[in-house]
């Protein structure tokens, strides 16, 4: 099975849903990082490092000697990724998408050259695998990395997705194809606000999904009204309990610093393959 | 006119209630929330007046169907997954654009040996001018799954500059995205100062510390505030000591206080009220506004 554990608004708590779920479940899990921007189950998960790989994309790399200066790639970069100037062709690598519309040369002057987009590290704690990506500072590109994370997704047990934030390119990539959605949202306006928003994306990309309301006993009752009218299942709701912020802030899983709350998260997986 | 730009890394760290509170202090302000993803600002800032433009942005590829010869060029060519294959009842192979992943960047069109591509620039958002009872404000919404986010946010950066000098401003405060991505590079392009709003925990810290790296590598000055510090005293130690090491300025700590999300919750600005979390983050304002001045 294949889940993501997302969110519109940032901070709700995707990574706590995300590792907790890895924490106790029964299979072998994977839980593939795709907040590529600011990748986090690392601390909670920890484990060996067992692998490390650079992405790359390729970029275009012009050869002077062939190329005249005709400017027909300029003219077909939507990016502004390159320039002709009258003795020279300049490609702005952090521009470029490649997109592969090199081809368009006339004069096969253009080859390409691998541009580190970020690393996958791969950490195994027991029964559980983390896959993380991580974004190179200043690359704009997360979408093709969070698709490289994705291909690590195993053909046996359980498969969990800690999608970035927003409604954008890298959220779509984290979710799209997944058995079941998890929106994980706080109980106050701006969570409502940026739930109303992945709803509309998820129901766009004809996702199944649930919502996990985090410190539910915090701000007011809007998420569940609009939750109940809309027929959208409330998975889970987690107490603002100051235990839980504490583990959280130092790397702790919830179930592991607070066994207590174990049965919840327990109910949440099981309510979880109920409705996918 | 100095610009002061309110990033986190870390999503949830506090940004919009920090912005919001910023407004209200400054005297003679222009707001524009960046966050065109899933923006927050509007629900405590209560824009009025609003003037809405649509947002058009980029290249979208569309197949027709009836020029189609299903040869499968654009499929086997596209680099961004955006051709979905289907067979119809015919057993003939269907060729569509998936919208929400084409990146516009028109290869298909290129390849494309029946010249059955058709490239538009639709609309993939609006962006607002409204005025607030703290000044005006600039702002922006993208449609669900809308691409281009990054120009919108370049959009939504200029026009609020453009305000902010017709108006004679003295500041304009910019409500961020999270992460270190296309729309924070957009967002923080030009700015005088970078606040990062950040979270004693171990994501915080980290988050904080690429925001710093991707501020380094645009020479920018940074200052770092911790919200919520008492949750953890000793990694917020840790912060500063991270910030400092990072040539980063502390501007000070925000308390936690259960009664935030509730004052939140009613569309209430912190600082409107009095209490401890608005002491602290008037004093975060003083420091921050001198850094800019200087």
């Known amino acids: 099975m294949l889940i993501a554990i997302a969110s519109g608004k940032g901070g709700t708590g995707k990574t706590t849903v995300a590792c907790n779920l890895a924490r106790i479940a029964k299979t072998p899990v994977t839980l593939l990082d795709c907040d590529v921007e600011e990748p986090n189950d690392a601390f909670f998960i920890g484990g060996d490092l067992i692998d ?32 002709t100037l009258p003795k020279k062709v300049i490609v702005y690598d952090e521009m470029c998408h490649s997109c592969g519309g090199w081809i368009v040369c006339p004069h096969d002057a253009i080859t390409t050259n691998p541009k580190k987009l970020g690393e996958i590290s791969i950490f195994r704690n027991g029964e559980t695998t ?23 997704i195993s053909v046996n047990g359980l498969n969990i997705i800690d999608a970035p934030p927003g409604n954008t390119c890298p959220a779509i990539e984290a979710v799209d194809g997944v058995d079941y959605v998890v929106l994980v949202t706080e109980p106050t306006p701006f969570g409502l606000h940026d739930l109303k928003l992945s709803v509309a994306l998820l129901e766009r990309r004809a996702l199944r999904f649930g919502v996990m309301i985090n410190r539910s006993d915090i701000g007011d009752d809007g998420v569940e009204k609009f939750c109940d009218a809309k027929g959208i299942p409330i998975l889970a709701r987690i107490p603002n309990d100051m235990r839980i912020a504490r583990a959280y802030s130092m790397g702790d899983t919830v179930v592991q610093s607070i066994p207590e709350y174990a049965d919840l998260f327990r109910q949440l997986m099981s309510r979880i393959e109920g409705n996918a | 006119m100095k610009e002061l730009v309110i990033i986190s890394g870390k999503g949830g760290s506090g940004k919009t209630t920090v912005s919001a509170s910023f407004a209200s202090l400054a005297k003679n302000s222009v707001i524009s929330d960046c966050d065109v993803d899933a923006p927050n600002m509007h629900i405590l800032m209560k824009p009025e007046k609003t003037l809405t433009h649509d947002f058009h942005s980029g290249l979208l590829a569309e197949i027709d169907q009836d020029k189609c010869t299903s040869c499968g060029l654009c499929y086997e060519y596209c680099r961004f997954d955006a051709i979905d294959k289907s067979t119809d009842k015919s057993g003939k192979t269907i060729y569509r654009i998936d919208e929400l992943k084409c990146e516009g960047c028109s290869l298909c069109d290129y390849v494309c040996q029946a010249n059955a591509i058709k490239l538009s620039t639709p609309k993939r958002g609006v962006w607002m001018e409204s005025d607030t009872k703290y000044g005006p404000m600039i702002h922006a919404l993208l449609d669900a799954g809308g691409e281009n986010s990054g120009k919108l946010v370049s959009l939504v950066k200029s026009k609020a500059r453009v305000k902010a000098r017709d108006d004679n401003a003295d500041v304009l405060l910019v409500d961020g995205p999270p992460g270190v991505g296309c729309p924070v590079i957009a967002s923080i392009s030009g700015a005088d100062l970078l606040l990062v ?30 919200n919520k510090w008492d949750i953890n005293p000793e990694v917020s130690a840790e912060i500063d000591r991270v910030a400092k090491e990072n040539g980063a300025m502390s501007v000070g700590r925000i308390r936690y206080d259960r009664s935030v999300p509730r004052i939140l919750s009613e569309g209430k600005i912190i600082v409107e009220q009095d209490g401890e979390v608005s002491s602290d983050i008037k004093q975060v304002w003083r420091d921050v506004s001198r850094t800019l001045k200087s």
Do not use: W
């Open chain 1, 52 to 83: 490390q790989t650079d992405v790359s994309i390729e970029t275009p790399s012009v050869n002077d000697q062939l190329c005249t200066k005709c400017g027909v790639c300029s003219d077909f970069c939507k990016y502004n990724a390159i320039i």
């Open chain 1, 130 to 152: 983390l896959v993380q990506g991580q974004l190179k500072i200043g690359n704009v590109m997360s979408p093709q990395l969070i698709s490289s994370v994705k291909k690590h």
């Open chain 2, 197 to 226: 709003v950040t979270e004693p925990t171990q994501s915080g810290k980290h988050d904080m510390e690429r925001v710093i790296h991707l501020a380094d590598s645009f020479k920018m000055r940074v200052a770092v505030c911790i």
